[in-house]
């Protein structure tokens, strides 16, 4: 099989990517990605070389370029991950998501109907989702599949769009695909602007910790390498034409999330009991911002057997070694050096 994984440098993509790889030599794993700056090969130098393996660079916001892509290799499968993906970048520049989210993923749609019809039928278009397009909820209920979509941020709208798009090519063409809407993911390789990341940077080199509004916001949270077995599993199990709500059980309220994260931090740094929620500076609410998310993600526990394999305290505490080891990667992704290590790999 030759699998097309879209934004396969970024965070989600990279651990997915690496999960492929490893567990299906038999596979040929195709990484296209623009690598914009939240794409960063240094993500994957561990599997840089193995024989199932290939790096495309390339922007799915290129028609041409995509419809020569399927021509060249016979697509089995697409994962498409490749997104703007930050509510704060999408309130400053709304456009940028909707050239890459909801043109891009079109564009994708394009090539897998024009070639997939001419070469048979046994393909799946994987479209990778959040669980943003539901809204925001009050203090009690969980979304579900069957949720009406209620997107608040061009973030959200952008994505909500593309899953239109990627259903109404079902319906009309016939096109197999598959969604999947998941919750928050933390974990090792994310990039610094969100907020766990932001804040294990924050604490580490003593600067202030930006809560938005008074923290009282929930989000469900997810371990990245769950995330990523998810897709596996509904890759290779899912009913097409369906979707799946993929979700931690796992509901936090931001300010509770930064007190264990700051614990952690303490406790790791070997600093005082506290010394980081000295950091803590409430600050302007995010414009327009869901109070709280929280999904339902019985389906496919019940259908497909999926559940997360780590417990939140478990997941930040990796997430939190991670970045301590990782010193250099976090330097290296702020200061654009990867940007010359790709150079450096491939040329150009
Ligand atoms: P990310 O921002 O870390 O990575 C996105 C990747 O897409 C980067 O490697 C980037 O270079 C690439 N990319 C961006 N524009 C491109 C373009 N025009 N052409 C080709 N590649 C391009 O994002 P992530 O957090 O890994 O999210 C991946 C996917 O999962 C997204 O579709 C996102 O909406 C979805 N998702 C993310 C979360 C989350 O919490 N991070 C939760 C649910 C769903
Ligand atoms: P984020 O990681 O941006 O994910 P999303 O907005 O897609 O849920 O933010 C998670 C929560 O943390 C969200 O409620 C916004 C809040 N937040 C802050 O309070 N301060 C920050 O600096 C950031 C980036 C987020």
Request: with cysteine; net charge negative.
């Amino acid at each position: 099989m030759n699998i097309l994984i879209t934004g396969g440098a970024g965070f989600i993509g990279s651990h997915l990517v690496r999960r492929l790889v490893h567990r299906y030599p038999e596979y040929h794993i195709h990484n296209l990605d623009a690598l914009t700056y939240a794409g960063n090969l240094e993500n994957l130098k561990d599997v840089e070389n193995a024989p199932n393996y290939s790096f495309i660079k390339g922007d799915i916001t290129q028609a041409a370029f995509l419809e020569k892509l399927f021509g060249q290799t016979n697509f089995d499968g697409v994962i498409h991950l490749a997104a703007e993906s930050h509510v704060d970048r999408s309130i400053a520049d709304p456009m940028a998501f909707v050239r890459t989210n909801v043109i891009g993923t079109v564009n994708l749609l394009n090539a897998a109907k024009t070639f997939w019809r001419k070469h048979g039928e046994h393909r799946r278009f994987y479209h990778i989702s959040t669980d943003e397009v539901y809204g925001s909820l009050g203090e009690t209920g969980l979304f579900s599949e069957t949720t009406a979509y209620d997107p608040n941020s061009p973030y959200s709208a952008s994505k909500a769009s593309s899953d239109h798009f990627v259903r109404a090519y079902g319906e009309t063409y016939g096109l197999p695909y598959v969604i999947s809407n998941c919750s928050n993911n933390y974990g090792p390789n994310q990039f610094p602007e969100k907020l766990i990341p932001l804040f294990i940077r924050n604490i580490l080199e003593n600067r202030e910790l930006p809560v938005y509004g008074d923290g009282n916001y929930t989000r469900d949270w997810l371990y990245v390498k769950d995330h990523a077995a998810a897709i596996d599993l509904v890759f290779h199990q899912g009913a097409n034409q369906k979707t799946y709500a993929i979700g931690g059980f796992n509901e936090w309220k931001n300010l509770a999330l930064v007190h264990l994260l700051c614990d952690i931090m303490d406790s790791k740094l070997g600093r005082a009991t506290g010394s980081s929620k000295e950091l803590i500076a409430h600050i302007k609410d995010r414009p327009g911002h869901d109070f709280r998310y929280a999904m339902d993600a019985s389906r496919i526990n019940r259908e497909l057997g999926w559940e997360p394999s780590v417990t939140f305290e478990e997941g930040l505490e990796k997430t939190v070694d991670w970045y301590l080891k990782n010193t250099a990667w976090l330097q290296n992704v702020i200061n654009g050096n990867y940007q010359r290590y790709y150079k450096e790999q491939y040329g150009g």
